[in-house]
């Protein structure tokens, strides 16, 4: 498959454990934030998003937080499954830019 | 609804030479963004069209450009290709909403 990235941080956690994956993103005025995760071979998939008006947001097994005080994401997944090993990529974005900044990146690792 | 689809999937080429790379965005989806993703440099943006317009760019060398056509397709050329080119490019289309969907990538190879 496609690797997305040799020198990756990678988190591996036990299968049913639950995972928090972290980002640091780097503009003050970005307003909207996104998590992706991408299996090797495919491109990047929407996990969830968040505004900049709000500090949690949950969907289904995954929540996402959001502290702009210290320019702070993290992806949190309930009940890990082996399913859930990929790469998670944070991105962030600012309203009128179009564009979208990513994070480097964290390989997620279940183990059985 | 097909998704974002690109063509080709794969593609070899060699140094000096050019490629034209193809994105046909999710059916309604007017905005379509274009992404180099490697190994050491992770995920970049390239560009993003609307209504065949370029909005905003990444900071990529003009051997690096794009279009969009009035059915929204894009495609992204890159001419004289040196090594560092070789990369996964994704396209990723959305609709009003901030969502983005992205296709599977072309994986380029440049001899």
Redesign the interface.
């Known amino acids: 498959g496609?690797?997305?990235?040799?020198?990756l941080p990678t988190l591996s956690v036990q299968e049913g454990d639950n995972s928090i994956i972290n980002c640091a993103y780097s503009n003050s005025a970005s307003d909207?934030f996104?998590w992706?995760k991408q299996e090797s071979?495919?491109?990047?998939?929407?996990i969830i998003?968040i505004r900049s008006n709000m500090d949690k947001r949950q969907g289904q097994r995954v929540t996402v937080l959001l502290n702009k005080t210290v320019k702070h994401l993290s992806l949190q997944i309930a009940a890990t499954q082996p399913g859930d090993s990929a790469v998670y990529?944070c991105?962030e974005?600012s309203s009128g830019?179009?564009?979208?900044?990513?994070?480097?990146?964290t390989r997620l690792k279940v183990l059985a | 609804k097909a998704g974002?689809t690109q063509t080709p999937r794969y593609l070899i080429k060699t140094r000096g030479q050019q490629v034209t790379l193809s994105c046909s965005p999710i059916s309604g989806h007017r905005?379509v963004?274009w992404?180099q993703?490697t190994?050491g440099q992770?995920?970049?943006?390239l560009f993003?069209y609307?209504s065949e317009t370029q909005?905003?760019k990444?900071n990529f060398p003009g051997r690096f450009s794009g279009r969009q056509f009035s059915n929204s397709r894009s495609e992204m050329n890159v001419s004289t290709l040196e090594l560092g080119d070789s990369a996964?490019y994704?396209c990723?289309s959305k609709d009003h909403d901030?969502?983005?969907?992205?296709?599977?990538?072309t994986?380029l190879t440049v001899l």
Do not use: C, M, W
């Open positions: 496609e690797s997305v990235g040799l020198h909207y996104i992706y071979g495919k491109g990047p998939q929407f998003d990529f991105a974005s830019t179009y564009k979208y900044i990513f994070g480097t990146g | 974002v905005s963004s992404y993703q190994p992770g995920l970049q943006f993003e609307f909005r905003n990444g996964l994704l990723a901030n969502e983005q969907f992205f296709g599977p990538g994986r």
